[in-house]
C-alpha cells in the first residue's frame, strides 16, 4: 500500500448521520493534514495534526492521529448535504521541504 | 482572509506547445508548491520551492518543467513541450512557514490543463 490511504473509498450516509474516514500511512510523518474536495474544484484545508498531537477538533471536525497505527480518522458528525465530497489525507514528512503526500481520498455521499 | 490564485482557470493547448501556469501565492508566505491531479486520480507533489530555489522534485519534475518567482508575489509553472499525458489539474500551494501553525498548506483553485 502507499503513503496516505483512505479507507472507505466511498461512503453513503443520510443527512444527520455521523461519517468516519480512515488514513493510514507508511512512514514516520511531521504532520497529517485533511483536505476537502468538491467535484472538479481546488482543496480546501481543513484540519492539520501534528505528529505529537493526538486529536483535534474543528466545529463538526475531529481528528484524530495513532502514530503507534500510523493512522489517522476524520469524523464529521451530524452531516450535511453539503459535506458531500471527496476528502484526503496528506502527510508531511520531516524535510524541509514540507511537501505533502496526498492519498486517493473518500468520496463521502451525504443524502438529504 | 487570503487566498492563493491561479489562472487561467481553464486552457486547452495543443501537443508541444508550450504553457505556464500562473499562481499568486498568499502574501508573506515562505514555501511554495505545485501539484497536479489527473482526473480521477490523486493529487501528486510536482516540486517545492523556497528561498528562490527548488528544495524538492518529484520523477514527474523533468527537464521539460520549470518554476519560477519572477517578482514578489507569482509564482509559475511552465511546461516547455506539452504531451497528452500532461493534461490534468494543476494545483498551487503556499506555506506560511516552516513549523507549527506554520505548516499548513493552502491551495489554489487549481488551472484545469487540456492538451490536445
Known amino acids: 500500500s502507499q503513503q496516505g490511504e483512505e479507507d472507505p473509498q466511498a461512503l453513503s450516509i443520510q443527512e444527520g448521520e455521523n461519517a468516519t474516514m480512515n488514513c493510514s500511512y507508511k512512514t514516520s510523518i511531521n504532520n497529517l493534514q485533511w483536505y476537502r474536495q468538491n467535484s472538479g474544484r481546488g482543496l480546501v484545508h481543513l484540519i492539520l495534526?501534528?505528529?505529537?498531537?493526538r486529536e483535534k477538533h474543528s466545529g463538526r471536525l475531529r481528528v484524530t492521529l495513532d502514530t503507534s497505527k500510523k493512522s489517522s480518522s476524520l469524523l464529521i458528525t451530524a452531516s450535511r448535504a453539503a459535506d458531500t465530497a471527496s476528502y484526503f489525507c496528506?502527510?508531511?514528512?520531516?524535510?524541509?521541504?514540507?511537501?505533502?503526500?496526498f492519498g486517493d481520498g473518500t468520496t463521502l455521499t451525504v443524502k438529504p | 482572509e487570503p487566498e492563493v490564485t491561479q489562472t487561467p482557470s481553464h486552457q486547452v493547448t495543443q501537443m508541444g506547445q508550450e504553457v505556464i501556469l500562473r499562481c499568486v501565492p498568499i502574501s508573506n508566505h515562505l514555501y511554495f508548491y505545485w501539484y497536479r491531479q489527473i482526473l480521477g486520480q490523486k493529487v501528486e507533489f510536482l516540486v517545492s520551492?523556497?528561498?528562490?530555489?527548488?528544495?524538492?522534485k518529484s520523477e514527474i519534475f523533468d527537464d521539460q518543467f520549470s518554476v519560477e518567482r519572477p517578482d514578489g508575489s507569482n509564482f509559475t509553472l511552465k511546461i516547455r513541450s506539452t504531451k497528452l499525458e500532461d493534461s490534468a489539474m494543476y494545483f498551487c500551494?503556499?506555506?506560511?512557514?516552516?513549523?507549527?501553525?506554520?505548516?499548513?498548506?493552502?491551495f489554489g483553485p487549481g488551472t484545469r490543463l487540456l492538451v490536445l
Open positions: 500551494a503556499s506555506r506560511p512557514g516552516p513549523s507549527g501553525r506554520q505548516e499548513t498548506q493552502y
Open positions: 496528506a502527510t508531511a514528512v520531516n524535510t524541509n521541504a514540507g511537501k505533502s503526500t
Open positions: 495534526i501534528r505528529s505529537n498531537e
Open positions: 520551492f523556497y528561498n528562490n530555489e527548488i528544495s524538492e
